[in-house]
C-alpha cells in the first residue's frame, strides 16, 4: 500500500470510530414517578412531553422514560423511588408526595418536582430562587388558595349553614393540612365543616352518594393529586347524586363539574419538562430557580348549574374567567 493511501485510511478510521462511539451512547432516561393512574395523567404526561421537546428531547428518539405509577397507594411510593435510583436514571420527575420519596431515595439524582403545596413549608427545597442540591421543581398555588375555594361556596350558596369538604386520608400530612385550614376558614365564614374521607373509586363514590345526609350546601374537593385523576369520576358523581362541588382544575368543570378555582396543573408538567430537558443538557438543578405559578383561574360551568337547579350569583359570573354554557 502506498503512503498516502495508508494516511488516507488511517484518518478515514480516525473520523469513523467517535462517531460510531457517538451513535451507540444508551440514551438518557427520565424516571416518571406518580402517586395516580396513566389513565388519569393522560393529559398532563402529555404535557409533559411537550416541555421536553421545547427543550429538543423526543420520547423514543433521543430520550426514554421510565414510568412508574402508584395507581393510588401511597405506600408504593418508596419502593418506586429505590427502584428508579437503582436503575440510575438521569432525572426523576414527580408530583406529592412522590417527590418527598424520591428526595428521600436520592440526593445524587437530579429530582424535579410538581406540587400544589409549598415546596419549601413540606421540605423538598430551603429557598426558591436558590433551590439548592439536587431539587428543583414548578409549585402553584393552590393549597394555598384552598381556603379561597369555601369563600365560593359560601357566595354561591349563601344560605347553607354547612359545607362538605373531601380529602385523600393516604396523604396523611396534606390532609391534615387542607383540614385544618379548612376549619380555620370556614369559622369565619359562619359555616360547618363536614370532613369526607375517600382514598378509591368506591369511598369517592360513597362519599357523593352520602352527601345529602349532611345538610351541607356545598362540596368543596380538597387538593390531591389522587383527585387531579379523576376529574372525570368527581363530575360524574356530582350529576348523579345532585351535588353542587368546587375543584382546583379546570379538568372538572370541562368534565362537567360545576366550579373551578385554581392554577394550571398542565402548565406546571410543560415547565417540568422542560427543567428535565435542561437538566439532561447539563444545567444543575440548584441552578433552576423553582418555578411559581401563581395565575389562577375561575371557571362556572353554567350547563351544569341548570342540570343542578343552582342559581349561580351574577357577582360570582361576573369574576368569571370562562363561563361554560
Known amino acids: 500500500m502506498r503512503r498516502r493511501d495508508f494516511i488516507a485510511v488511517i484518518s478515514g478510521v480516525a473520523v469513523t470510530w467517535p462517531l460510531t462511539a457517538h451513535a451507540q451512547q444508551p440514551m438518557p432516561v427520565i ?66 408526595p412522590a417527590n418527598l420519596a424520591a428526595k428521600k431515595a436520592t440526593d445524587a439524582i437530579p429530582l424535579v418536582f410538581t406540587t400544589a403545596s409549598d415546596p419549601v413549608q413540606i421540605g ?58 379548612a376549619q380555620a376558614a370556614a369559622g369565619p365564614l359562619g359555616l360547618r365543616l363536614d370532613v369526607l374521607r375517600a382514598a378509591t373509586d368506591a369511598e369517592i363514590a360513597a362519599a357523593f352518594a352520602g352527601f345529602a345526609q349532611l345538610k351541607a350546601g356545598v362540596l368543596v374537593i380538597g387538593a390531591d393529586a389522587l383527585f387531579n385523576s379523576k376529574s372525570q369520576l368527581l363530575a360524574e358523581l356530582s350529576l348523579r347524586h345532585a351535588v353542587p362541588a368546587i375543584y382546583q382544575y379546570s379538568q372538572f368543570t370541562d368534565a362537567g363539574g360545576l366550579i373551578s378555582y385554581g392554577g394550571s396543573i398542565k402548565e406546571s408538567y410543560r415547565w417540568a419538562g422542560v427543567y428535565a430537558g435542561r437538566i439532561l443538557k447539563g444545567v444543575k438543578p440548584a441552578d433552576l430557580p423553582v418555578q411559581q405559578s401563581i395565575k389562577v383561574e375561575l371557571i362556572v360551568n353554567l350547563k351544569t348549574a341548570k342540570a343542578l337547579g343552582v342559581t349561580v350569583p351574577l357577582s360570582l359570573l361576573g369574576r368569571a374567567d370562562q363561563v361554560i354554557e
Open 124 to 181: 423538598l427545597v430551603s429557598n426558591l430562587s436558590r433551590p439548592g442540591g439536587n431539587v428543583t421543581g414548578v409549585s402553584q398555588l393552590n393549597v394555598e388558595i384552598g381556603p379561597k375555594r369555601l369563600e365560593l361556596a359560601r357566595e354561591l350558596m349563601p344560605a347553607a349553614t354547612a359545607v362538605a369538604f373531601l380529602v385523600n386520608p393516604s396523604d396523611v400530612a396534606r390532609a391534615e393540612t387542607l383540614t385544618k385550614d
Open 31 to 96: 424516571g416518571f414517578l406518580n402517586v395516580a393512574s396513566p389513565e388519569g395523567y393522560a393529559l398532563y404526561v402529555a404535557a409533559f412531553r411537550e416541555g421536553l421537546k421545547e427543550s429538543g428531547y423526543v420520547e423514543g428518539q433521543n430520550v426514554a422514560i421510565e414510568y412508574r405509577w402508584a395507581e393510588g397507594q401511597y405506600d408504593r411510593l418508596p419502593a418506586m423511588a429505590a427502584d428508579l435510583v437503582r436503575r440510575q436514571v438521569s432525572v426523576i420527575v414527580a408530583n406529592t
